[in-house]
């Protein structure tokens, strides 16, 4: 029988990696703060508790799947119930995208209660999650890492181990949005040059998804761009804002100097704050071309 397993957090990433971690045998006990995202887990067998702590189980292993920072504060640290009720032996895995130095804090706050903290964000949209396609992350202490190896191994196609500072595979996540936001704005670019030049966009996208950039992220995020579609959002420009900010306080943090996140930060914001933030971050697509005068 394998060990009972606690999640929260039941969103469009978190849910279909419990209803994996269910179909292939792990008892899992779930709490999200709105209690009715969760009941397709309880009609697969997942057991819903009404408060995070009562997910652990005691030497347990508890993963969260949050939005941000602060929802992840609120489980890890609010009152310390969680640690407490892990204890010693537990292990807290967080798969959220969220800040290096908060991982490095909360495995430090961890250790004093006897519980190691892993560091697990992934790579994958909601449709990977479901189809166990997954990219993870992983830093941490090395027992802990081995312990949930095999748990990570059942939600993804491929671990990748970035050493003991829980907070590396963190800096991995934002190097990685940080890229794919990146690559989002030059298509976005580069084919509203093309449009203003009387060049279909689509045949740009035909052409360099299959030779320059033979890829998922341009052949996937081209057509997203060119057909511009934004709903439903795979990704939210809200999120992707979220993360643009964490790797500029990082970079800060570091005295790396990211003008062009600087760049995509700005766009996010005016994005944002036109009320686009729960459409997919594709919509950039949309605010360039609108900055050429082209009409949408």
Known sequence: MKETIGFIGAGNMGLPMASNLLAVGYPVRIYNRNAAKAAALVRQGAVQVA??????APAGIVLTMLSDDHALEDVALGGDELVRSLG????????????????????????????????????????????RKLWICLSG????????RPLLQSLGQAVFDFGEDPGAAHVVKLTGNFMLAAAVEAMAEALTLASKNGIEPSKIVEMMGQTLFACPVYQNYGRALVSRQYEPPGFRLVLGLKDV???????????????????????????VAKGLGDLDWAVIGREVAGQAGLDL
């Open 51 to 56: 408060q995070p702590a009562q997910t652990a």
């Open 88 to 131: 010693r032996g537990g292990v807290h895995v967080s798969m959220s995208t969220v800040s290096p130095a908060l991982s490095r804090h909360l495995a430090e706050h961890h250790r004093r209660h006897g519980v190691s903290y892993v560091g697990a964000p992934v790579f994958g949209r909601p449709e990977a999650a479901a189809a």
């Open 245 to 271: 900010d964490l790797v500029l306080k990082t970079a800060a943090a570091s005295n790396v100097p990211m003008p062009l996140a600087s760049l995509l930060h700005d766009r996010m914001i005016a994005g």
């Open 141 to 148: 202490e090395p027992a802990a890492k081995d312990r949930v």
